[in-house]
């Protein structure tokens, strides 16, 4: 069965200061990849989408997967306090009808 | 962003009293999700359909909960009798292709 796990659990930066997630994961047929933010148990928002090794960016984020080493990466380029949530990683394998495996999250906080 | 629909926000029970929320998808999308997060933000899968069939349910949810997309009517689940466990954020999500999966903002059930 698919484990995802995220680390940290939480960080703290200074707005403006580059914020690096990271998400680990256990099937390497693995073969979607997706960064979601929530606000104060709200709704889930997508920031990115990755489906091979490499980079991904949209805005100001930044995917990196690397299924050798069964990693993805979430980098945030100038966070800013608005961008205070939790970070949610979801990995899905092909066949998997539809549905992702999520990690615990990570807690960003971006101070001013 | 994301256009699911869910309703209500929150949601107040007591023990055994019955709770049902309700959760349009986006229009087109054929599969929908339920899934759990706790406050510890893990989230735990329950049910997703295909237009108005089952894909995947847990165990849990044979139980007491119940769920069910008809055609022309919001998709809704149900808990026949809640429990102090059941609190929680409980999150719709829709997908038109596997890749993708959309959320609503969630009902926050609280049993008392």
């Known amino acids: 069965q698919q484990k995802v796990q995220q680390s940290p659990e939480s960080l703290t930066v200074s707005e403006g200061a580059m914020a690096s997630l990271n998400c680990t994961f256990s099937d390497g047929t693995s073969n979607n990849f997706r960064w979601y933010r929530q606000h104060s148990a709200k709704g889930l928002e997508v920031l990115v989408s990755?489906?091979?090794?490499g980079e991904k960016e949209e805005g100001r984020f930044t995917a990196h997967l690397n299924r050798a080493n069964l990693h993805v990466s979430l980098h945030i380029r100038e966070p800013q306090p608005s961008d205070s949530a939790v970070y949610l990683c979801a990995v899905r394998t092909s066949g998997g009808n539809y549905k992702p495996t999520f990690g615990k999250g990570t807690s960003l906080v971006v101070h001013p | 962003n994301s256009k699911v629909i869910q309703t209500p926000r929150y949601l107040v029970k007591g023990q055994g009293q019955k709770a049902k929320m309700r959760c349009i998808p986006e229009k087109g999308h054929p599969v929908v999700f339920w899934y759990q997060q706790n406050k510890n933000n893990e989230f735990k899968f329950l049910i997703n359909f295909q237009n108005q069939e089952v894909l995947q349910q847990i165990d849990m949810t044979e139980k007491r909960f119940s769920a069910e997309c008809p055609s022309n009517s919001p998709c809704s689940l149900e808990i026949q009798s809640s429990e102090a466990g059941d609190s929680a954020l409980y999150l719709c999500?829709?997908?038109?292709?596997?890749?993708?999966?959309?959320f609503g903002p969630g009902t926050r059930l609280t049993v008392l």
């Open positions: 999500a829709s997908s038109l292709y596997p890749e993708e999966q959309y």
């Open positions: 990755i489906f091979s090794d």
